[in-house]
């Protein structure tokens, strides 16, 4: 039986195409890689520390941002966070996690600054640069149902004062390289693109775990 005539044209179009593929999943893999590393340690971290009985929870530096952000049980979501956004070419100016309260009130809050010189951001539009807030809040506040959320606001002057800040449409867990998207068009086109991914389960539940574990000592 004689085997079909190939389209040597057509043969290497496929091939191209199928590189491109494999090329396309690699980068993806490489970034989920990048992105479980860093996470995988700042969890080690907050293990740690949370073992040697380094974790303030007695809130005594409330509203004070940690150098280290895994001392805090949200520390390990918002390093990873500033990872992934670091991958996406954002890389941010500043990433804080600390504790607030609202009206006696206490929960957490991290803080993600992205700026034109520094994040890459278009300086037409944000001259000042804009910020990403992560809260969560144990649901004993009136005002705010319990669990986490995002936001952003942009920057309006060099003292760090900022416009009213708006809700990103995405999961208060969103995983961090799907947040990095929202963020990109967000930067580049005036407007969030809504994403739904979660975080990683395996990583995401040791640290709600941890984060339940403080707002019930909080």
């Not at 179009?13 to 690699?26: A, D």
């Not at 907050?46 to 895994?70: K, Q």
Request: charged share 25%.
């Amino acid at each position: 039986m004689t085997a079909p005539a190939v389209d040597p044209a057509a043969e290497v179009e496929r091939l191209r195409k199928r590189e491109q593929e494999l090329l396309t999943e690699i980068r993806k893999l490489t970034a989920e890689n990048t992105e479980l590393a860093a996470a995988a340690k700042t969890s080690r971290n907050f293990r740690a520390d949370l073992n040697a009985g380094h974790i303030n929870l007695d809130l005594d530096s409330w509203g004070e941002p940690v150098t280290n952000t895994h001392t805090l049980p949200h520390g390990p979501y918002i390093n990873a966070i500033e990872v992934a956004l670091t991958e996406a070419k954002l890389e941010p100016e500043q990433a804080d996690a600390f504790v607030e309260d609202s009206y006696d009130v206490p929960y957490l809050r991290g803080v993600i600054t992205l700026t034109p010189e520094t994040s890459g951001i278009p300086a037409d539009r944000y001259a000042h640069g804009l910020i990403l807030i992560w809260d969560w809040h144990t649901g004993r506040d009136e005002d705010f149902e319990r669990g986490p959320s995002w936001q952003w606001a942009k920057l309006v002057d060099e003292h760090g004062q900022s416009a009213p800040p708006e809700p990103l449409p995405v999961p208060g867990f969103v995983a961090p390289a799907m947040l990095a998207a929202t963020v990109a068009t967000l930067a580049h086109t005036g407007k969030p693109t809504p994403m739904g991914s979660l975080w990683h389960d395996h990583l995401r539940q040791p640290v709600e775990a941890a984060i339940d574990a403080w707002g019930a000592e909080s």
